[in-house]
Structure formats: C-alpha cells, structure tokens
C-alpha cells in the first residue's frame, strides 16, 4: 500500500506532518509527500518522496508572499486574506489533487485539516483517508470555544450560546471556502449532511497533537478523534549553530514569536524591557530571519539574540518560555516543563492560550493589548508562583507517557491495516477491515480497472 500524505508550506504546519510521514517510513511503509513546489526542499530533506501539485497556482515563491503578507495583517483583516487564501488554495488543491493521486498509484491519503474540505476528494474516489490537525483542532459544534478565540470553556447554555453565536457571525466570512467545498460535491454528485460539522471529516481516524490533558474537558468529539501528543523526533533542531560559550549557566527565559507575527520587533522590545536585569536567570531570544539584531532595544547585559535557534536543547535550560502561543512551541516547552507566557494574535494560537490558563500551565496577554508592565507582572506570577512550574511538570510527563509520534504512527498502521505490512513492489493488498478493502476496491476500480492489487 502507498500512503500519500498532503500538507502545506506554512511553518507550523509542513514539519508535523513531514516528521509523521517520516516515522512512517521507517516502519517500512511506502510514502510519498504531495504540496506545493515550495515544500520540495524540505520534504527531499527529511528523505521523502515528494509529489508537487498545484504548480500553476502556487507556484515557486507563493508561499513566501503569503506569509509575507500575513505579517502585516491583523484582525478582521488578516482572516479575512486568510480565508481568502485558503479558499483559493483549497479550490486549486481539489482541482489536482485526483489527477496526483492515480498518477502517484497512492492507495491511502493522510491529510491536514488545515485544508479541511479536500477529504471529499479521497472520499468522492472511495479512498481510505485520515485526517491529522497539526494545528489546534477545530471545533465548529459550538460545545467549545472556535479555536481563534481565547475564551475559556464552559457547559452552560449561555457559553454554548455564546460559541455557536460566535459561529453564525463568521459563516460570512468562511462563506468562499464553504463554497469551494459544496460546489465540488455537488459536481460530484455527493448528497451530503451539511449540518454535521465535522461532515468531511475521515470516520477512519482524526489525530491531534494535542495532548487529552491540555484540552478543555468534554465528551462531545466524534469517536474517531484521537489525542496524541508532539510529533517529535528530536531531529528539528538538533544542528542549529548557537553561541554556548555565551551562557552564564544560570536558567533561561526564552522568548520566540514564530516567523509571521506582526509587529515582531515592538514586542522583542517589550519582552526585553519587560525581563530586564534579572539576577539568576538569563534572556535568549529567537528573532527569525526577517528582523535585525540591532533594533532589539533595553536587552539585559547578558542577554542573548539569535536568528534561529535548537529550541529544544535551550528549553530543557529554561525556567519559562515566551511565546506567541501557536501549538507546536507550547507543546515543546511543556514537553520539558516548562510554563509559558503567551502573546498570541492570530490563528489558533488564542485557543491555546486559553488551554494554557486552563491547565493553569502559565498565563497569556492577546498582542494588542501588551505593554512592557502587564508582561512584567505576568513574568514575575509565573517565575514566582511554583504552581505553574508543578503543572507544566505533569504535562511534560503526561506527553513522555503518551509518545505523540509514535502513537499517530499506530493509529494510521491500524486506519489503513497496515500491521505486519513492508510494501516492496506490486503485490496483492488484503486489508482486515472490510471498509478500508472496499474503499480500496471503489478506488482501483475507478481508476485503473484492476480489482485489488495496488502497485505498493
């Protein structure tokens, strides 16, 4: 069996899925990696397969210009150019996408619900697909908070009321994707339940990477949801250079704010004025590429700024983590216990930052309301407060325990049947589950006319 797997070129969601296609493989498995043509570098990299598609709509460079631009976005506006964004690549993605995957011989799609809606291409070709949120997973029932709002969960009528009111308000804006997904079906000639939010969703398997106890507490997921935890194999950023004679050894604060927020250099500076000159802790920050080093104002004296950085060797030193909230760097940071301080802005990172007060596993200011004394005092509650530290400890335990990669590796093993499976050539593909076989049977028989043997 060929399992392709599909993902984005956006930061944080390409390395997730690039890591689980990588574990994959390792396990003998036959995988391919199919994204746009500005993916190819990393995919090759991580000793994949790669499969571009969607080449004369994105191409070489069109993921840069769309991060670019997000950087000088916010508010209404940026989801706005967002859903916009993604309706286009979406449109673009279900267009190719049935071409790529008979001409790849794939027989299992594993997909990003970062392009929720393209699971009606597997399921319109009667493939067997799964779906993974590298992201914070969505919630488009109401029972909890849309993870673009930072509001804490409650059960009662009202807070339901409330989310789904939220819902209502936005199905304007989401209209152009939620049109691109229901004029393929109605192409397609699939009679669909509209009013099931999770309606495209794969009823083999939905991985997160969230983890069970950094999530809001409810019942009300679809059974096929699975929580798993990081998808991390160490090996992000293992090589990154960084400058170790600089460290006093004393515990670190380490600041990051990903490579597309806004205003970047204004809150470096407010992280720096905030952290100040603080006896027994030093400051490393993480600027990215686009930013100077210079402008980085009111550093403490043996504070450290670097472009990149290997994150997860600086957090295993690390009392506290500053970040702009998206889910990948708090997982690590939890990951080595370490609580956080979050300043999020766009994206699901005002979900997590709720999960973060939640799991009272550190505290969050939104980006614009930040100033250098409200993250001053934020700093000083959580470094001073040993309750964010003792329950950062235990989701850093609860995730060692969990083993995210390895678990999503076993739950796509057991969605496509893959146990005791090492694909080697052309060969017959017999599949336990009787849906996964007659999904694969739909599939060969509409595309090459073959019965059950699958080029593997």
């Known amino acids: 069996m060929k399992i392709a797997f599909v993902g984005l070129k956006l930061p944080d969601y390409l390395p997730p899925m690039i890591t689980l296609a990588r574990k994959l493989q390792e396990r003998g498995q036959n995988v391919a990696f199919i994204s746009v043509v500005d993916a190819e570098m990393m995919v090759r990299a991580a000793g994949l397969s790669f499969i571009p598609f ?39 993605a279900m267009t190719d996408l049935p071409r790529v995957l008979k001409e790849s011989a794939a027989t299992g799609v594993v997909l990003d619900t970062a392009l929720i809606g393209l699971g009606l291409v597997p399921m319109h070709l009667g493939m067997p697909y799964v779906h993974v949120s590298t992201d914070l997973h969505y919630d488009f029932s109401g029972i909890t908070p849309l993870s673009i709002f930072s509001w804490g969960h409650e059960s009662t009528i009202e807070a339901v009321e409330r989310n789904r009111g939220a819902l209502k308000s936005l199905a304007k804006v989401f209209e152009p994707a939620k ?122 004296a043996n504070a450290i700024v670097v472009r990149q950085a290997p994150q997860s060797a600086l957090l295993r030193r690390s009392a506290l983590c500053i970040a702009h909230g998206q889910l990948n760097s708090v997982l690590e940071s939890l990951a080595h216990g370490v609580p ?16 973060i007060a939640y799991t009272k596993t550190g505290v969050f200011i939104p980006a614009q309301e930040i100033t250098s004394l409200i993250l001053r005092s934020l700093i000083d509650e959580v470094l001073n407060n040993p309750e964010y530290r003792i329950n950062a400890v235990r989701m850093k335990e609860a995730i060692a325990e969990a083993r995210g990669l390895d678990k999503a590796a076993n739950l796509l093993v057991h969605a496509f049947d893959l ?8 060969i017959p593909c017999v599949n336990a589950r009787s849906r996964t076989h007659l999904a694969l049977h739909n599939y060969s028989s509409a595309t090459e006319g073959e019965g059950t043997t699958f080029d593997c």
């Open 179 to 300: 049109a691109v997904v229901q004029r393929y079906a109605e192409a397609a000639g699939m009679d669909l339940d509209w009013s099931d939010p999770w309606v495209t969703i794969s009823k083999l398997a939905w991985i997160s990477q969230t983890r069970l106890e950094f999530d809001f507490k409810s019942t009300h997921l679809p059974q096929q949801f699975h929580y798993t935890g990081p998808f991390d194999d160490g090996l992000s950023s293992s090589e990154t250079e960084f400058p170790w004679e600089s460290l006093t050894g004393d515990p670190l604060i380490y600041g990051c704010m990903g490579s597309m927020q806004k205003d970047a250099e204004h809150i470096f500076n407010l992280i720096a004025k905030a952290v100040g000159d603080r006896e027994g802790l030093q400051l490393v920050l993480c600027i990215g590429l686009t930013l100077e080093v210079e402008k980085i104002e009111s550093l403490p």
């Open 340 to 355: 956080v301080v979050a300043i999020p802005r766009m994206h699901d990172q005002p979900g997590v930052a709720a999960r």
């Open 54 to 92: 969607c080449q004369e709509q994105c191409s070489l460079g069109t993921s840069d210009k769309v991060i670019n631009e997000l950087r000088h976005l916010e508010g209404a506006e940026m989801l706005n150019f967002s859903v916009r964004t993604y309706s286009q690549t979406l449109d673009a």
């Open 419 to 426: 146990e005791g499976s090492i694909c080697t050539g052309k």
